[in-house]
């Protein structure tokens, strides 16, 4: 069965400083999508990337870069020189594609959130 | 360009009154689902559907029924509901097997007293 593991239920830290987001996966299958979410205050769910278990290199984007690494079943995400509009809740979530008649959607992990302070 | 969106965005129920909770997308996608989101929980995925005409339970179906009822259509019914449905509901929709992110809704916020 699938399963997503976020161990941080919250962080908190000040604004500028580096943050790592963990997430933990189990899957059963070689093909599968990670994706992370970010619900900010206001409720919405914002896509921020999706990764396939084919494609194991870091990605970056701006502040944002993601670490995919298939031998710990780990694709954590950092947040660098963090600001005050980064705090929302994050989650990380799995989707595999042969679940051998399991549901077709997401498996969500429970979401860490994040407090930036000035 | 509206993407997912969902109405009502906030509904008060009394317990055994029924609702029914409707998403619609305009960006031809095949895949629909509706999850919901309780403190501490995640995202659970209550029904999908995977084109026109098709609907399966998720992890979470009990108390709820669907209907698919075009490509751009698919709605979310509580028959009785319960204080337990207290939850954020969201709809989510997807491309295709190949593309497999999932667009989210803004969400309703459903209480029942």
């Known amino acids: 069965a699938q399963k997503v593991t976020q161990a941080q239920t919250e962080i908190s830290v000040v604004e500028k400083e580096d943050v790592t987001l963990d997430c933990v996966y189990e899957?059963?299958?070689?093909?599968?999508?990670l994706f992370w979410y970010k619900q900010p205050p206001s409720g919405e769910l914002v896509f921020l990337i999706r990764?396939?278990?084919?494609?194991?290199q870091n990605e970056i984007s701006g502040r944002y870069s993601w670490n995919f690494q298939k031998s710990t079943s780990s694709f954590n995400f950092t947040i660098t020189a963090s600001q005050v509009v980064d705090s929302a809740v994050y989650f990380c979530a799995l989707s595999d594609l042969y679940s051998g008649g399991g549901a077709d959607g997401l498996t969500f992990g429970k979401g860490t959130h994040l407090i930036i302070q000035p | 360009n509206a993407g997912v969106t969902q109405t009502p965005k906030f509904q008060v129920l009394k317990t055994g009154q029924s609702m029914t909770l409707q998403c619609a997308q305009d960006m031809n996608h095949n895949s629909m689902y509706w999850y919901r989101q309780d403190p501490g929980m995640g995202l659970r995925l209550i029904y999908y559907?995977?084109?026109?005409?098709?609907?399966d339970k998720g992890e979470v179906p009990n108390g709820y029924n669907v209907s698919r009822l075009n490509k751009r259509e698919f709605s979310l019914r509580l028959e009785s509901a319960a204080p337990s449905q207290t939850s954020v509901y969201f709809c989510?929709?997807?491309?295709?097997?190949?593309?497999?992110?999932?667009?989210f809704g803004p969400g309703t916020r459903l209480l029942v007293l």
């Open positions: 989510a929709s997807r491309a295709d097997r190949d593309q497999e992110t999932q667009y």
């Open positions: 559907s995977a084109s026109e005409g098709t609907t």
């Open positions: 899957t059963r299958d070689t093909t599968y999508y």
């Open positions: 990764r396939n278990s084919f494609d194991e």
